[in-house]
Structures are given as C-alpha cells and as structure tokens.
T-cell receptor
Framework: GQQVMQIPQYQHVQEGEDFTTYCNSS?????IQWYKQRPGGHPVFLIQ?????EVKKQKRLTFQFGEAKKNSSLHITATQTTDVGTYFC????????????FGKGTTLSVSS | NAGVTQTPKFQVLKTGQSMTLQCAQD?????MSWYRQDPGMGLRLIHY???????DQGEVPNGYNVSRSTTEDFPLRLLSAAPSQTSVYFC?????????????FGEGSWLTVV
C-alpha cells in the first residue's frame, strides 16, 4: 500500500536556527498537504502543494514539492518558540476516493 | 462555527467493554475519516467514508466498525475494547477527496482501556 515516510522523527534546535523536515512517498502523489499539531492539540492545515516543483512560502516557512511529485519538504527559517509542535505531511494518490495518508510526523522542539 | 465535533473528549473503558465515539460535521463534507494517534506512530487511518452509505478500511481497521447513514455523522464503534486501543482518536472531514480540499480535524478523543 501507499506509504508516506517523514524524517527526522525528532529535531531540537536553538531559537534562531533553521529547521527542515522531509517527506517521501512510495507512489506518485496528486497533491501533498502539510499540517501542524501543537502539543495537546489537533492537526491544523498549513498548506497544499499540487504542481510538480511547486514552492510556496508562508512568512518563515517554505514548502517544496518535488519534480516527480513523490517528495516534499518544509523549511523553517530562524525558528521561534512558537514553532514548537509536530509537523505532518499527508499525501493522496492520483485516484478519486483515495484516503489521505499521513507521515509519522517530525516533532520540533525549540529552546530559547 | 462548530466544524467537526467529537464526543466524548475523555473516556476510560474496561477491557471487553464496547463504546461508540461520535463524530459530527456541519460543513456538508462528503469525506470523513477516523485516525488514531500513538506516540512515535503518527496518524494512522482506521476507516474512512467518501459519502453516505459508503465506508472503507484504512491502515488499522481491526477492532473497529463504522457506518455512515447520514452525511453529517460518522461514528466509530469499539466492539470489545482492548488495552492496545488506548490512544487519541481524531475524526476528520473534507468536502471531497479531490485536490484542493483540506482536512478539518476534530479536537480529539482520549481513550484509555484498562
């Protein structure tokens, strides 16, 4: 079945350092979505990438979708303590009715 | 502004008991799903539905049943609870499964089976 792998599982950084999490799928994806879950909270949608090679930015966050539409990354520049949480990627195959499959997530901790 | 509503928020069950986690959405979404979240395992799909009357299994369906008699509701039933089902459960919905539709999550249900 479809698998979505995410690395690293955990990352600790000092405030101000950059952070990147990577997502790889075993199959070509129709789109990829990124979610953030704060400790004790529920996942909240951040962004969706659809086109091959697409790059989108949200303030200090940069999201990329690979040319082959099988991998993606989220990069945070100059992390802040508010960035703490778990970041999930989620992908769906090129088929209508296919469920969204989540990666295991990357948990980011930031020390000031 | 209810969105996706899950109940109960917390529940303790004894092994062998049955219970139903309720999920309702008021956004007229066709797609609904249940995930469980365990430490180090991320979000694992239990069951999902692409519309009323249609359900399908996800990655970890064993021990759980679902039904989708209406567009709004998607209850998750634990037939005979086991300690391995101790987890946080999230219900989620989206308009449909095509590109461009984001998933909205409920606030979660914390279940402990003793």
């Amino acid at each position: 079945g479809q698998q979505v792998m995410q690395i690293p599982q955990y990352q600790h950084v000092q405030e101000g350092e950059d952070f990147t999490t990577y997502c790889n799928s075993s199959t070509t994806l129709s789109n990829i979505q990124w979610y953030k879950q704060r400790p004790g909270g529920h996942p909240v949608f951040l962004i969706q990438l659809v086109k091959s090679g697409e790059v989108k930015k949200q303030k200090r966050l940069t999201f990329q979708f690979g040319e082959a539409k099988k991998n993606s990354s989220l990069h945070i520049t100059a992390t802040q303590t508010t960035d703490v949480g778990t970041y999930f990627c989620a992908g769906r195959r090129n088929q209508a009715g296919t469920a969204l499959i989540f990666g295991k997530g990357t948990t980011l901790s930031v020390s000031s | 502004n209810a969105g996706v509503t899950q109940t109960p928020k917390f529940q303790v069950l004894k092994t062998g008991q049955s219970m139903t986690l309720q999920c309702a959405q008021d956004m007229n979404h066709e797609y609904m799903s249940w995930y469980r979240q365990d430490p180090g395992m991320g979000l694992r799909l239990i069951h999902y539905s692409v519309g009323a009357g249609i359900t399908d299994q996800g990655e970890v369906p064993n021990g759980y049943n679902v039904s989708r008699s209406t567009t709004e509701d998607f209850p998750l039933r634990l037939l005979s609870a086991a300690p391995s089902q101790t987890s946080v459960y999230f219900c989620a919905s989206s308009y449909d499964t095509t590109s461009g539709n984001t998933i909205y999550f409920g606030e979660g249900s914390w279940l402990t089976v003793v």
